[in-house]
């Protein structure tokens, strides 16, 4: 199932998202039978379901109902749970960017993923760039540019460019 899922996360990024949702599904129902519908194991692959079914234009609707309530009993620092409810409201946001609350905490969330486990950071570049792509201000998708760009590069090299970058930033 772990490799099932694996195969439909490399299948998103290469753009086939019909296959993805393929092998999501598939990962989920093999899951499903050897931990239980509720398991926190099924709601991996079901976020992984989420996002190819958004790529795709689908409803979304029921699957983020489910996800939501397999999360309630997390933790709010647990990692699935930050990592879900950004998925969430990520959907939730692009739906409806010029929601300048909805954007407010959109972005307060990806500060937490961001500042949270390593495994976050993929989501939290992929968020941060959404929040720039809708971004009305220039400065402030220059400022969620910065911030994706940050967690790109390693903790202990800084070039010229980042440095120029950051004092931007601060100004």
């Keep these: ?19 993805a949702l393929r092998y999501a599904v598939d990962a989920s129902e093999i899951l499903e039978r050897l931990s239980g519908p509720t398991s926190l194991d099924v709601l991996g692959t079901l976020l992984t379901q ?8 689908n409803d979304t609707h029921d699957l983020m109902r489910r996800i939501d309530e397999l999360i309630q009993p997390l933790a709010d620092a647990h990692p699935l749970r930050l990592r879900a409810s950004l998925s969430l409201l990520r959907i939730r946001y692009l739906q409806s960017p010029r929601n300048q609350n909805l954007a407010g905490e959109f972005e307060a969330l990806i500060d937490r993923a961001a500042a949270s486990a390593p495994s976050l950071k993929p989501a939290a570049i992929r968020s941060y760039f959404d929040l720039a792509a809708s971004a009305t201000d220039k400065a402030k998708a220059a400022a969620q540019i910065l ?3 940050a967690l790109m590069r390693p903790a202990n090299v800084k070039s010229l460019d980042q440095l120029q970058a950051e004092r931007w930033q601060q100004w």
């Design 1 to 19: 199932a772990a490799l099932l899922n694996g195969i439909a996360r490399s299948a998103m990024q290469l753009g086939d998202f019909d296959k």
């Design 147 to 149: 911030k994706a760009l």
């Design 50 to 57: 989420l996002e190819a079914l958004d790529y795709l234009k």
